[in-house]
């Protein structure tokens, strides 16, 4: 039962059926079983890849791949993420006002998403979770106009079937299971075939998005500028196609993946899709684009060209600068003893500098993290 009025108003509004609000809006939908389809109400494409389902009382559009329940519904429909704005359209109500004392409500972590990587086999080497933080009204943190995430990984417990072990690393980043780049059967299938170009994106989701376009797309784990040459050997005679995310570290990163790929795919194309805003993606694309103008692009691609050297020195400054935040970032997670003693010793070597100044970087991050455990998300305060 709702604990409070604010929670109960919340309920009302997940309560009105899906179907009703598709109704009172005048959308036409084709009803084939428990399922009403029909072209999307926002990016007005394809007759069958918008759906309710009346029986479990969600929805779906494959084209702005978005779906969930009525409030994510009017959230779509009215193009934004306001939770409450979309329970006050329901409801017919605003939202009540809250008594007591002020409290505070912390994001809580919650896993939207799962991506297993497989081996040739289909057996699986690791998986990445999509990690989100959600209020208790069901509203999410935003960072830059989006979901604000992290990412974990996990690989499968050898002598425990079924059972995971966290990480995929050692503490000094090395890898514990085999490197391979995800959707890897899709991927060797049409390489073998030599019928598909082959893009590589930055993030599972983007490729889940070309598969279920028919695309043949695979990324690495770990986002930008963490593409290794493991996965460029899977890539072997390959047609690649590299799609930036629009902003600094998408370009970094199909320069990194196009020169690990030099002598080793077949031909490295680039394609910058047109109209995105900074930091948007081909899924911020998709949403208004189709695979018809896709393939279209696709045919228009350029071939990539490495950088500058001028450019390329830039980009080895960045690399070197990742590394050292990394290393420092695991030594600051060390306990304190005789391997942390030795690190700290050689990472000053490394660095150059005085083992002073890596005790001090140590202590900032050490504090930041504090803070960050204790402010986790951002405040909310009721009134």
Same mark, same amino acid.
């Given at each position: 039962?709702?604990?409070?009025?604010?929670?109960?108003?919340?309920?009302?509004?997940?309560?009105?059926?899906?179907?009703?609000?598709?109704?009172?809006?005048?959308?036409?939908?084709?009803?084939?079983?428990?399922?009403?389809?029909?072209?999307?109400?926002v990016?007005?494409?394809?007759?069958?890849?918008?759906?309710?389902?009346?029986?479990?009382q969600v929805?779906?559009?494959?084209?702005?791949?978005?779906? &969930?329940d009525? !409030?994510?519904? #009017?959230?779509?429909? %009215? $193009? +934004?993420?306001?939770f409450?704005?979309?329970?006050?359209? *329901?409801?017919?109500?605003?939202?009540p006002?809250?008594?007591?004392?002020?409290?505070v409500?912390?994001?809580?972590?919650?896993?939207?998403?799962?991506?297993?990587?497989?081996?040739?086999?289909?057996?699986?080497?690791?998986a990445?979770?999509?990690?989100?933080?959600?209020?208790?009204?069901?509203?999410?943190?935003?960072?830059?106009?989006?979901h604000?995430?992290?990412?974990?990984?996990?690989?499968?417990?050898?002598?425990?079937? &079924?059972?995971? !072990?966290?990480? #995929?690393?050692?503490? %000094? $980043? +090395?890898?514990?299971?085999?490197?391979?780049?995800?959707? *890897?059967?899709?991927?060797?299938?049409?390489?073998g075939?030599?019928?598909?170009?082959?893009?590589?994106?930055?993030?599972?989701?983007?490729?889940?998005?070309?598969?279920?376009?028919?695309?043949?797309?695979?990324?690495?784990a770990?986002?930008?500028?963490?593409?290794?040459?493991?996965?460029?050997?899977?890539?072997?005679?390959?047609?690649?196609?590299?799609?930036?995310?629009?902003?600094?570290?998408?370009?970094?990163h199909?320069?990194?993946?196009?020169?690990?790929? #030099?002598?080793?795919?077949?031909?490295?194309?680039?394609?910058?899709?047109?109209?995105?805003?900074?930091?948007?993606?081909?899924?911020d694309?998709?949403?208004a684009g189709?695979?018809?103008?896709?393939?279209e692009?696709?045919?228009?691609?350029?071939?990539?060209?490495?950088?500058?050297?001028?450019?390329?020195?830039?980009?080895?400054?960045?690399?070197?600068?990742?590394?050292?935040?990394?290393?420092?970032?695991?030594?600051?997670?060390?306990?304190?003893?005789?391997?942390?003693?030795?690190?700290?010793?050689?990472?000053?070597?490394?660095?150059?500098?005085?083992?002073?100044?890596?005790?001090?970087?140590?202590?900032?991050?050490?504090?930041?993290?504090?803070?960050?455990?204790?402010?986790?998300?951002?405040?909310?305060?009721?009134?």
């Open positions: 039962m709702p604990n409070s009025a604010y929670e109960a108003w919340v309920e009302r509004a997940r309560a009105v059926p899906i179907e009703t609000e598709i109704a009172r809006r005048g959308i036409q939908l084709k009803r084939v079983g428990a399922e009403h389809v029909g072209p999307c109400p990016c007005g494409t394809g007759d069958d890849r918008f759906s309710i389902n009346t029986v479990k929805f779906n559009c494959r084209i702005c791949n978005v779906g &969930g009525v !409030i994510k519904l #009017v959230e779509h429909l %009215d $193009g +934004n993420d306001d409450t704005a979309a329970c006050t359209t *329901l409801t017919g109500e605003p939202p006002k809250a008594v007591g004392k002020a409290r409500v912390r994001a809580r972590e919650i896993v939207v998403a799962e991506y297993p990587y497989l081996d040739e086999n289909g057996a699986v080497v690791f990445t979770e999509r990690v989100e933080f959600q209020y208790p009204d069901g509203t999410f943190v935003l960072k830059d106009g989006k604000k995430k992290i990412f974990r990984y996990k690989r499968p417990d050898p002598d425990r079937p &079924g059972k995971w !072990i966290n990480g #995929v690393t050692d503490k %000094d $980043g +090395n890898w514990l299971v085999r490197i391979v780049p995800y959707r *890897l059967s899709e991927l060797l299938e049409a390489i075939s030599n019928s598909h170009p082959i893009l590589i994106v930055e993030g599972e989701p983007k490729v889940d998005l070309l598969a279920s376009w028919g695309v043949i797309a695979t990324c690495n770990g986002g930008a500028t963490k593409w290794k040459p493991e996965h460029s050997a899977f890539l072997k005679d390959a047609d690649v196609i590299l799609v930036p995310d629009n902003d600094d570290a998408g370009w970094k199909i320069d990194i993946v196009g020169r690990s790929l #030099v002598g080793i795919a077949k031909r490295i194309r680039v394609l910058a899709l047109p109209g995105l805003a900074v930091k948007g993606d081909i899924i694309w998709a949403k189709t695979r018809e103008q896709l393939d692009l696709i045919d228009k691609a350029p071939d990539w060209e490495p950088p500058a050297a001028e450019e390329l020195n830039k980009e080895k400054k960045v690399v070197a600068e990742q590394s050292e935040d990394e290393l420092l970032d695991a030594l600051s997670k060390m306990r304190k003893g005789v391997e942390f003693d030795r690190e700290r010793k050689r990472l000053a070597k490394q660095l150059d500098v005085r083992p002073s100044a890596i005790d001090a970087e140590i202590e900032e991050r050490q504090a930041e993290a504090q803070t960050t455990a204790l402010l986790h998300g951002h405040w909310y305060v009721e009134p």
